[in-house]
T-cell receptor
């Protein structure tokens, strides 16, 4: 079946540090890949997405590239801010538009210290 | 612009009680899903629907029922609540067929405690 593996947290960084959160997946065919962010007490918000190999998703300074050869979709940001503190989820959709739901990783809790 | 609305936001039940978690979306989305979020487990799919009158089981369906009588609503029913169902529940929707790989939109969640 489908699965998503992402690095366990919490990840603690200082403000302006470089961020990488690793995500790898297992799926047949060509899934779509997503990063969602969850701020305390809130629901999930889409951060970025990529729908085919070599696509780069980007938003709010975050980037992730769909690497089919390594089945990865690592999240990066060049300079993090305190406001980036949140839980980040990597997810995949096997069918178009998420008809049969998303498969999520367990989430990575990111803590940015001033 | 309501999006996906879940009610209630918080609920405490006793073991054996039943209840319905409500989910409504105003975006005319075909696809809707229910997830539960537990510490260290991420989100796991409970049930999903690809349109009115069509539902199917996800990864963790036991103890839950769903129905989809309208496009807008997708209620989740707990038949006989158990402490293992203590969790945060999220409803999500996405446009559906013909819209490509559009992401799911999530509600704010229902925090459910079973005593």
């Amino acid at each position: 079946g489908n699965s998503v593996t992402q690095m366990e947290g919490p990840v603690t960084l200082s403000e302006e540090a470089f961020l990488t959160i690793n995500c790898t997946y297992t799926a047949t065919g060509y899934p779509s890949l997503f990063w969602y962010v969850q701020y305390p007490g809130e629901g999930l918000q889409l951060l970025l997405k990529a729908t085919k190999a070599d696509d780069k998703g980007s938003n709010k300074g975050f980037e992730a590239t769909y690497r089919k050869e390594t089945t990865s979709f690592h999240l990066e940001k060049g300079s993090v801010q305190v406001s980036d503190s949140a839980v980040y989820f990597c997810a995949l959709s096997k069918t178009g538009g998420g008809a049969d739901g998303l498969t999520f990783g367990k989430g990575t809790h990111l803590i940015i210290q001033p | 612009n309501a999006g996906v609305t879940q009610t209630p936001k918080f609920q405490v039940l006793k073991t054996g009680q039943s209840m319905t978690l409500q989910c409504a979306q105003d975006m005319n989305h075909e696809y809707m899903s229910w997830y539960r979020q537990d510490p260290g487990m991420g989100l796991r799919l409970i049930h999903y629907s690809v349109g009115a009158g069509i539902t199917d089981q996800g990864e963790v369906p036991n103890g839950y029922n769903v129905s989809r009588s309208t496009t807008e609503d997708f209620p989740l029913r707990l038949l006989s609540a158990a402490p293992s169902q203590t969790s945060v529940y999220f409803c999500a929707s996405s446009p559906g067929t013909g819209y490509g790989n559009q992401p799911q939109h999530f509600g704010d969640g229902t925090r459910l405690s079973i005593l």
